[in-house]
């Protein structure tokens, strides 16, 4: 399975990104997808996940209500508004099989190479 993340880039505070992970290889519709994020000298922190069959969804405290994840096909979109400068950091996609929507890294098999969000004035 590879991902590929895209959509980082610049934004002022309050603006808005989205940001895109196509899969493509051995994936099944069943799959889970996690957005993942870390920010220079911290550890890489959960985002939000989704269950592609179903498009349940999970959001760690800091972006419910202003991030939502949606899937179209093999691609899963993170839309990101309201953002803050905390909110800079490079956002990893991730996917494993599916089971528990979990928030742990370590239960994600298969990760993108990350696409740098910086927010900033």
Request: with cysteine.
């Amino acid at each position: 399975v590879q991902l590929q993340a895209s959509g980082g880039g610049d934004v002022q505070p309050g603006g808005s990104l989205r940001l895109s992970c196509a899969a493509s290889g051995r994936t099944f519709s069943s799959d889970d997808m996690g957005w993942f994020r870390q920010a220079p000298g911290k550890e890489r922190e959960f985002v939000g996940a989704i269950r592609l069959s179903g498009g349940s969804t999970h959001f760690a405290d800091s972006a419910k209500g202003r991030f939502t994840i949606s899937r179209d096909k093999n691609t899963v979109y993170l839309q990101m508004n309201s953002l803050k400068p905390e909110d800079t950091a490079v956002y990893y996609c991730a996917r494993k099989r599916r089971g528990v929507l979990t928030t742990i890294s370590r239960d994600y098999n298969y990760w993108g190479q990350g696409t740098l969000v910086t927010v900033s004035s």
